[in-house]
Structures are given as C-alpha cells and as structure tokens.
C-alpha cells in the first residue's frame, strides 16, 4: 500500500475516531493511533513551547515554536504529529502538513504508555526526514536527550550527536536553551533511563 492510500485511511480514522483518539501517524508502514495526552504531558509541552517562543533562536525572524501540526516527508512515506516544532510561520500557511525542510527542531514529551513511539519509532523517522535537532523531555524518569546532525549510517539516517540530562540543567538544543528546573515527573514515574 503506497502512502497516499495510508494517508486516506489515516484521515478517515481522525474523522471517525473514538473520543480519546485524537490524531494518527504513518510511519514504518503502519498507521498508528494517538490517545490525548494527560495534563502533565500538556503542561510540560506548554512550558517548552512558551521558553522556546522567548528565544530568538535563529537568524530567521519567521520561526516560532508551535505543537498541534502535522510533518510529512511523502518520500519516505513518514508523517508525524511533534509535541512541539520550532519551525518557519510561513510554513503552516501552506497545504495541510509541514515539510520536513521548514523544521528547525522537534520535542516529544515522553508519554506513560508508549515510550517506544519516542525512543524507537521517532529517533528513526526524524532523522530520516532531515529534521536537524530532536528533543526529547522523559516525565517518566525526569531525563531526557538532545539528538542532532543527521548523519547516513549503514543501519539508515540517524542522529550523530547525542547529550543525555537530567531535570533540573539548562541544555542547549541548537540555537535555543531550555532551562528544565520546573519539569515535573509523571506521579508514579519510574526511576530508571529511556
């Protein structure tokens, strides 16, 4: 099945999807079915979202730090719905999906019950759709990794640089810092890595 028809079935399972559904992604082949995110998850994604908006960040004035849109890379087949993107204004004015050029930087924020989406499917798709920098903030275990410099590899497309932190450090992602001090740990977090 090429992309375009995953696609099609993706957008009539938005369409149809049962209340906690909210949005889906296509990646590897498969289609896959996001639950809303828990309050926590929110808040912590509103936080990242408002300290990057207080940042220059770039030598464009255009970009700003924005969650709730779509990525699409229809080469490789890859769309993805980040909890944030520092991204180019300009680039949600046109068609309904983002392309992967007008990303400056991608966040997920660690979900309770499908960690692997983030630390498996993700460090794999964004890398491959040219997205220079990938953060990722773990409420689980109050870590977290700065990935960047795609980079081919015999296994594929993959990040070249990795800087892991805890909650609580100031950690640079690109031209932007994020300070992580009021990151809050999910209540029954676990206590282990990634």
């Avoid at 908006?53 to 990525?71: F, K, M, T, Y």
């Avoid at 068609?95 to 692997?116: M, Y």
């Avoid at 892991?164 to 977090?189: H, K, M, Q, S, W």
């Amino acid at each position: 099945m090429d992309h375009a028809r995953r696609r099609a079935i993706a957008e009539r399972l938005e369409a149809h999807a049962p209340e906690r559904a909210w949005a889906t992604e296509i990646s590897g082949g498969e289609i896959i079915v996001l639950m809303s995110r828990g309050n926590l998850h929110e808040l912590t994604r509103y936080h990242l979202t408002r300290q990057l908006a207080r940042q220059p960040g770039g030598s464009g004035g255009d970009l700003i730090a924005h969650g709730g849109a779509d990525v699409e890379d229809q080469e490789s087949g890859i769309r993805r719905r980040p909890d944030v993107m520092v991204l180019a204004e300009s680039a949600l004015a046109t068609g309904d999906a983002v392309h992967p050029r007008e990303v400056i930087t991608v966040v997920e924020v660690v979900s309770e019950s499908n960690p692997e989406n983030d630390y498996e499917g993700k460090m794999r798709d964004y890398p491959t759709m040219g997205i220079p920098h990938y953060l990722i903030i773990d409420p689980r275990n109050g870590t977290g990794l700065v990935l960047s410099l795609p980079r081919d590899t015999p296994e594929g497309r993959r990040y070249g640089t990795r800087r892991e932190f805890r909650f609580g450090e100031r950690v640079g992602v690109g031209a932007y810092e994020i300070d992580t001090v009021g990151f809050l740990t999910y209540p029954n977090a676990l206590r282990g890595g990634p």
